[in-house]
Nanobody, 122 residues
Framework: QVHLVESGGGLVQAGDSLRLSCAASGRTNSSPVLGWFRQAPGKEREFVAAITWRGFNRDYADSVKGRFTISRDNTKSTVYLQMNSLKPEDTAVYYC???????????????WGQGTQVTVSS
């Protein structure tokens, strides 16, 4: 089992930046891919970004490409999401994820964190 704990969410204004962190623990060796999903009010949960174990492959949703950067520090078992040029439509609960492969469907995610709220005001 993998436990994921997000932090770093908050309230910011449009155009601001925010950095999310997620600490992983437990049997992380079986879930080398870490990522982020988000769910806005009244919307379905959607893929944001994912990163493989060595960090060579990074995938992003089109809506965040060029603005968000995913990274990881395996010595700390932590994945990060640097969010720049935030927009009101980025407002959502952001969930850290872990699994064996890169997936873009929430139905295929192995493990979920509890979520952290990001609110972007206009």
């Amino acid at each position: 089992q993998v436990h994921l704990v997000e932090s770093g969410g908050g309230l910011v204004q449009a155009g601001d930046s925010l950095r999310l962190s997620c600490a992983a623990s437990g049997r992380t060796n079986s879930s080398p891919v870490l990522g982020w999903f988000r769910q806005a009010p009244g919307k379905e949960r959607e893929f944001v970004a994912a990163i493989t174990w060595r960090g060579f492959n990074r995938d992003y949703a089109d809506s965040v490409k060029g603005r968000f950067t995913i990274s990881r520090d395996n010595t700390k078992s932590t994945v990060y999401l640097q969010m720049n040029s935030l927009k009101p439509e980025d407002t959502a609960v952001y969930y850290c994820t872990a699994g064996g492969t890169v997936v873009t469907s929430p139905d295929l995610v192995g493990y979920w964190g509890q979520g952290t709220q990001v609110t972007v005001s206009s």
